[in-house]
């Protein structure tokens, strides 16, 4: 009897480390450009995320909670990045879930004269 409660405990204790270890990770993505809109998510709940931005000449910083499934959307209405001209990367650093970077592709673009 022993034997089956220490065997029960165990595989209780495996079952719990195995799902701890398939959390889901931290994902960021673009949802639109003009202005910039992106969409987080594999945050803890609640957690505190720090959000950077950064461009050839400037890098903003944003604080934003998660919400209680791990996910956030954040807007950036008061600045405009050039995708064409360098985005460089958009980070988003939570304490207790880790970092995650995007570096959006560098796309060729036409420029109109006036």
Do not use: W, Y
């Not at 461009?55 to 008061?78: K, M, P, Y």
């Not at 360098?86 to 988003?92: D, E, Q, Y």
């Amino acid at each position: 009897m022993r034997t089956f409660l220490a065997a029960l405990l165990l595989g209780g204790l495996v079952a719990t480390t195995a799902a701890a270890t398939t959390q889901a990770r931290p994902a960021l993505r673009v949802l639109d450009e003009e202005p910039l809109v992106v969409r987080a998510s594999g945050f803890a709940a609640k957690e505190l995320v720090t959000l950077r931005a950064t461009t050839r000449g400037q890098t903003i910083l944003r604080r934003v909670r998660a919400g209680s499934g791990g996910g956030f959307t954040s807007r950036f209405n008061d600045t405009t990045f050039d995708f064409c001209a360098g985005f460089t990367s958009l980070r988003a650093t939570g304490a207790r879930s880790g970092t995650v970077v995007i570096r959006p592709t560098r796309r060729p673009c036409v420029h109109l004269a006036d």
